[in-house]
Structure formats: C-alpha cells, structure tokens
C-alpha cells in the first residue's frame, strides 16, 4: 500500500529528524544531485498524519540552523547541542563556556521553538571523531543546561551504556525529563533507562534484529516514543522487522528525482508509520491505541503547555 491509511484520528510527532542535513538541500557526499526539495519532504510528512516534527541539532551552527528551519513552520521546533561525535569542537575552541553560553543564549531566546537540549551524550561507535574523555566532559557540561533551562533532554548513547548510565545516576537530583533517542540497547539497558525516569526513542535502527525486537517489547508503553532520526535509520529490507511494514512509499534513485516520490536510501519523517506499524505487531497492541499513548507520552514530555 502506497501512502498513509484512512487514519484520520491518528497523530504522529518525529521527535528526531535531522532536517539540516545537506540531502534535503539535494547535495549527497558535496555533489549536487538534484534541486532542493525540503518543502516535498515536508509537505509528504503532513500528508501522513505527523503534526510536528523536532529537528535536531549537532553543534552550535546546527542548532542555528536547525531553528532557522523551524521558524518556517509553526509545526516544526528545534534542538539545541552539541554531539558527543562534535564534542571536539568544544574542546579546540577558544572559550568552551562561551561556546556553552551561546548554546544557552539561543534557547532562552527562542523558548517558542526550542524543546529540548540534544543531541547531548556518549557515542563510543565512533571514538575516531571524539575520545571518550572529552566526550564525558562535555557531556556532563551540557547537562548543567538541562536544569539551567529546564529543558527537557534529547540524550544519545551508542555502545557507552556503563558510562552514560553512570553519569547520568551521579547527576540525577539536577537531571530533567528526557529521552534516550535511536535506542539500540538490551534489555538491561532499557531497564536502567527506565529506572532514571526517561522515555525510550525507536526508530529503524531500533529494530535491525530479533535481539533488538524483544528488547523493543520489554519497554512500557507510557515510556515509548517514535522517531525517523531521517535522513538515516530506514527500516532497511534487510532487517528482521521488515516483514511487519504495512506501509510503504515509492521511491527512486537520487539521480532520477521526482518531486512527487522519496529518494531511495534517504529517510523522511512520513515514514514514522513503519514504526508504529512495527511496534504494534512485534508487542501485540492495538496501532490505535500504540500511537494515542506514544502521542500524549510525547506531548507530556516537550509540548506540556499544550496538554
């Protein structure tokens, strides 16, 4: 089935797309491929039932960017942070509290737009970017952010489950609400996650294996939340939940873009369906009823005000 089912009560929220990046300006590896077309992303999005949309921010020019993104919809808002891949950054600056200062300064003056402090966190995949001590530094600087601002926190963890767990139980009396994105763990991992009071983030790379599915079902329904985290993380047909999409969308290559369909090997935020889709049949819940709770956990979380 091509597009979005006759789901007229159904709400989707992405907390986690990455529309700064330059594929959505048609640029892939530096080289333009095809004309822009963030506005046919985004207009594909509404289309599919998702009413707003959280882009997320990497380092400080990005959460510029990421606002300015945002400023063009009233469906779209923004993170603000720095990445524990681009903590570096904060390392080879001159002033790595005026850098933090900055970040601060954008979110109290765009308190309309910006939700969350993220992506912040340990990502020990990639250590060729960052090594682990600068990354805990920074990690732990940013979190005074957090309960500075009282923003919620959009967190990242890749194969740093110990130290991220541990700094996150030694900050806990200042932590405020937050989310573990693209979560990839075990069990025992969401279960520590848990036990600090956060939500669980899932998107397609949540859900490559069946080790990654049945950690998938031992999470809470009231602590689920969905993303794309577009434009990676598709739900690959090499993936063991591949078999539970319902819904699929055309696509093409990049070289023969058509406004009118998705780039192959390009995430969107439309597809956050997939998801739900997935998630519904691996935890044997009503879709219905999956995507109201994912909905109203993520309203409580960065849209409160709305409730």
């Known amino acids: 089935m091509f597009g979005a089912r006759m789901t007229n009560l159904r709400k989707f929220i992405d907390i986690g797309a990455n529309l700064t990046d330059p594929v959505y300006q048609g640029i892939y590896h530096g080289l333009q491929k095809h004309q822009p077309d963030l506005d046919k992303v985004l ?10 949309i959280i882009i997320t921010a990497g380092n400080i020019e990005d959460s510029k960017k990421a606002l300015e993104i945002a400023r063009t919809d009233e469906r779209l808002y923004s993170t603000v942070g ?26 109290l003056n765009n308190k309309d737009k910006i939700v969350a402090i993220g992506e912040i966190g340990l ?35 890749r194969n740093a489950s110990d130290d991220f767990v541990r700094i996150l139980r030694k900050h806990k009396d200042k932590l405020t609400a937050g989310v573990v994105h693209s979560f990839d763990g075990n069990p025992e991992d969401a279960n520590s996650i848990l036990q600090l009071g956060l939500y669980i983030g899932v998107n397609g790379c949540s859900l490559k294996t069946e080790e990654n599915l049945f950690a998938v079902t031992t999470i809470p329904s009231d602590r689920l939340m969905i993303e794309t985290d577009c434009p990676w993380c598709e739900i690959r ?5 591949a078999k539970d999409v319902i819904t699929h969308f055309p696509g093409v290559k990049k070289e023969k873009w058509q406004a009118d369909k998705m780039v192959r090997g390009r995430n969107e935020p439309c597809t956050i369906v997939q998801i739900l889709e997935v998630l519904a049949r691996i935890r044997d819940e009503e879709e ?20």
């Open 43 to 52: 207009e594909r999005s509404w289309s599919n039932n998702v009413s707003k």
């Open 82 to 107: 720095c990445h524990p891949t681009r903590c570096q950054e904060l390392e080879e600056c001159s002033d790595p509290e005026e850098y933090l200062k900055s970040l601060s300064d954008l979110a």
């Open 123 to 157: 990502d020990y995949d990639r250590l060729q970017f960052c090594p682990k001590d600068i990354q805990k530094k920074y990690f732990e600087m940013q979190l005074s952010l957090c309960s500075t601002l009282k923003l919620p926190m959009f967190l990242h963890c």
């Open 237 to 241: 047909p090499s993936h063991v939940s």
């Open 288 to 307: 219905e009823y999956l995507c109201n709770q994912i909905y109203k956990n993520t309203m409580k979380l960065f849209f409160p005000y709305e409730l």
